[in-house]
């Protein structure tokens, strides 16, 4: 493989994927038990009596959980959240827009949900769009139309937040401008108006879901941005903001949204306060979040776990655990350092298996060996405290198996993921070789009847991160999965 270097590595033991072994915390090496130090701690903040509040809510049957993308999104989460939306009573998406593209196939059907949650497919189950959504109220209309036509009613069921942003066709315009502009240094955006929508939240002109309750208000509003952004289109790509009929048509969609819309925050609050089950579902992944991803080829939000907190109103002490979903190797859309990316016969091979094409655009996915460094790092930024491996059959036919378990950037072993995007482009992977199992895992149900090598393999992704698998998935279908007993993750199904 191209001047990357390469560690072979055969482990052939026959171990559970719940066997994965916890890193020993720096504490615990010096003598320190994190136990005694939290003991120590308590002991000296609280009396006896002190704690009668704190054990009330431990005993809450609280289970609020986030469902994370550790890679470049399109880690399969459509699945898994419709998976474990069956154990939980809230389902919340909390960022990102319809770039978004969850695949769901369940009876035969395939459903690509671009912005309702996927737990709106489980009947009785509530969804929530939060506030750092950001909503293009023709397509949530189209999908509710979709999902009309498939027999699924989400009267009573579906909240948006009063507080979200609104996407606008001018955000549509002016970002393919913006993108052209680009040249070579384009981001590959999926052109759905997103990342300008957010540029106009930040710069306080966004217009908000609840402004549409409010006819006047909002057509003072719109009024104001329009001439703002048709000067700026006009000097800056020489062209005028195309906005006939766009008032009336959103003040009509407005209107057909009115009984979904409210205040999302108090909504989830008030559940967990009642002792139901929160599961919050992560947009895009880990590595296209605007902090903490390769910028500037990244989305416009916080895709991490973080996001939760600040896209739906719910405090930090209230999420209990963070699942990270990933492929068994790796796959990005759009243009940005990709470190492990595979040269394109093997490339073409893996996205033939993975049909590796965008839900949303149709576009070919760039695909590349699993990246440990970048799981790692997405371990750390999410609190990810159990791991889903996703398509996992993809590699039923592979000789061999390249896992990166290092850079090196300049001769030098690179101890985290760097922040700029230019030097990550330049890093060059370890390799560690695994044997491939070369048997049928696709639909397999049952972690016993996987071969032994493909155990091997989750387990070398485990002990290496130091984190459980707690969740595999062998196909797209919602029974061809495999939750490893005796993980953190059973425990919330
Ligand atoms: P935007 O979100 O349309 O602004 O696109 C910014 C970058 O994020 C581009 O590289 C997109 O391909 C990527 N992106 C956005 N949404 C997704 C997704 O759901 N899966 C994978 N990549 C995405």
């Known amino acids: ?33 994190t136990a005694r130090c939290v003991a120590f701690a308590v002991a000296r903040v609280f009396r006896p009596g002190d704690f009668t ?9 609280m289970k609020s959980i986030v469902v994370v993308g550790a890679q470049w999104g399109d880690e399969g989460k459509g699945k898994v959240v419709d998976y474990l939306a069956g154990s939980f009573d809230y ?43 950001v909503v293009d109220p023709v397509a949530l209309a189209a999908e509710l139309d ?52 957010y540029e106009d939240k930040m710069a306080r002109h966004g217009i908000r879901v609840g402004d ?36 009336e048509q959103y003040l009509e969609l407005g209107e057909r949204l009115r009984p979904l819309i409210s205040d ?8 967990l306060d009642a002792g139901r089950s929160v599961l919050f579902e992560g947009a895009q992944g880990t590595m296209l979040d605007i902090d903490f991803g390769t ?30 979903v990933t492929k068994a190797y790796t796959t990005r859309v759009g243009s940005g350092p990709f470190p492990t990316e595979m040269p394109d016969l093997e490339a073409t091979e893996v996205r033939d298996r993975g049909k590796e094409y965008g839900a949303v655009t149709g576009r070919p996915r760039r695909c590349g060996w699993l ?19 996703t398509k996992l059959d993809v590699f039923d036919t592979q000789k061999e198996i390249q896992v990166c378990i290092g850079y090196h950037y300049k001769g030098t072993p690179l101890r985290e993921m760097p922040a700029a995007a230019e030097d990550l482009a330049e890093v060059t992977p370890e390799y560690a070789t695994l044997p491939g199992w070369q048997s049928v895992t696709y639909g397999v149900q049952d972690a016993a009847k996987l071969p032994r090598l493909a155990v091997a393999y989750l387990k070398f992704i485990s002990d290496f991160l130091g984190v459980e698998v707690g969740m595999i998935s062998t196909g797209p279908d919602r029974d061809a999965t495999i939750v490893c007993a005796a993980t953190q993750l059973a425990t919330w199904i």
């Open 1 to 33: 493989m191209c001047g990357c270097l390469h560690r072979e590595v055969f482990t052939g033991a026959t171990l559970s994927p719940a066997e994965g072994k916890k890193k020993v915390p720096a504490s615990e090496e010096a003598g320190y038990s």
């Open 53 to 61: 509040a704190m054990q009330s809510r431990g005993d809450r049957l």
């Open 91 to 133: 389902i919340a998406r909390c960022a990102g827009g319809h770039n978004a593209g969850h695949t769901v196939i369940y009876d035969g059907n395939r459903f690509v949900l671009q912005l309702i949650p996927c737990g709106i497919l489980r009947p009785g189950k509530h969804a929530v769009i939060g506030s750092g959504v």
């Open 146 to 197: 979709t999902l009309a036509k498939s027999g699924i009613d989400v009267t009573g069921r579906l909240h948006l937040s009063n507080r979200a942003h609104l996407i606008f066709p001018y955000h549509r315009q002016m970002e393919k401008a913006a993108e052209a502009a680009r040249g070579a240094w384009k981001i590959g955006t999926t052109s759905r108006g997103i990342g300008p929508a």
């Open 212 to 247: 549409l309750l409010n006819p006047e208000r909002f057509r003072e509003k719109l009024e104001r941005v329009i001439a703002e952004k048709d000067a700026v289109c006009r000097a800056t790509y020489g062209v005028p903001l195309d906005t006939a009929g766009m008032a």
């Open 264 to 271: 999302v925050s108090v909504l989830i609050n008030h559940a």
């Open 295 to 324: 910028y500037p080829y990244v989305t416009s939000s916080n895709a991490i776990s973080g996001g939760v907190c600040t896209g739906l109103g719910v405090g930090p002490t209230r999420i209990d655990a963070v699942a990270g």
């Open 371 to 389: 990246d440990l460094v970048v799981l790692q790092y997405a371990i750390r930024i999410n609190g990810i405290s159990s791991l889903v491996v």
